[in-house]
């Protein structure tokens, strides 16, 4: 098992609680979507998943093992562009491999991979400022997994993208985490990118926050989602996913 949560209770200060015996499970290699409405919930798992929160019961594992502050072997993606400004494209992906002290020659090396593998190659020595919305998505993924971690967590990492962006980068992301191996929890309230990306999409709703739903997607780790789109299955997927999020928001 690549993650676990177990009977979770979690509450901010002075709010009523958000997880209250809550589980969840992610396998290694698994993509699980998380489809819920907005504000209710779902960053919070990704970051009790990260160690950025710590629950007030139960307990967060990991690669079997109980999470203890940071999560430092899983990525972590957010809807914010947070790469420094000052610095290129390289060095900003590189950040992750000083801050673990690799060798400089290993450095070197996974910083070629990963620039490789999210073909940012010939952008590597450009600044952010001179990269377009679907480059500076690029350069995080690429920062996200330089390390090597078995996990990715994203939180809603294409939403600011428009439309034919967010096709392009669901298409890299699919090809990235299929040749790393990488299982991911990926946090979206976007219905047809769940059904696109995701092996499991896990459908939460209520306060506190519950598993209104599992669903198993049939289409496999090499799926052409040009394809899905015309699958009459997805049309009926992507109904019965907004009468579940109709519900959740009764």
Sequence with gaps: ????????????????????????????????????????G?????????????PLSGEVDFEGKELKGLNRNAGYMTQGDTLLPW?????????PLELRNFPK???????????RLVNLWDARDKFPSELSGGMKRRALLARSIIYDPPMLLMDEPFGALDAQMR?????????TVGRTGEGVLFVTHDI???????????????????????????????????????????????????????????
């Design 1 to 40: 098992m690549l993650l676990e949560l177990r009977d979770i209770y979690f509450r901010y200060h002075g709010e009523a609680p958000i997880l209250e015996g809550f589980d969840l499970e992610v396998q290694d290699g698994e993509f699980v979507a998380l489809l819920g409405p907005s504000g209710c």
């Design 42 to 54: 779902k960053s919070t798992l990704l970051n009790l998943a990260a160690g950025l929160l710590d």
């Design 87 to 95: 610095m290129t494209v390289t060095n900003n992906i590189a950040l």
């Design 105 to 115: 020659a290993e450095r070197q090396q996974k910083i070629e991979r990963a620039l």
């Design 167 to 175: 096709e392009t980068m669901h298409q890299e992301l699919l090809d």
């Design 192 to 250: 047809a990118e769940s059904i696109l990306l995701a092996d499991r999409i896990i459908v939460l709703g209520g306060k506190p926050l519950k598993v209104m739903e599992e669903i198993h997607i049939k289409w496999g780790k090499d799926r052409d989602l040009d394809q899905i789109r015309k699958d009459p299955e997805y049309t009926a997927l992507e109904t019965r996913l907004r009468d579940l999020l109709r519900a959740a928001h009764s």
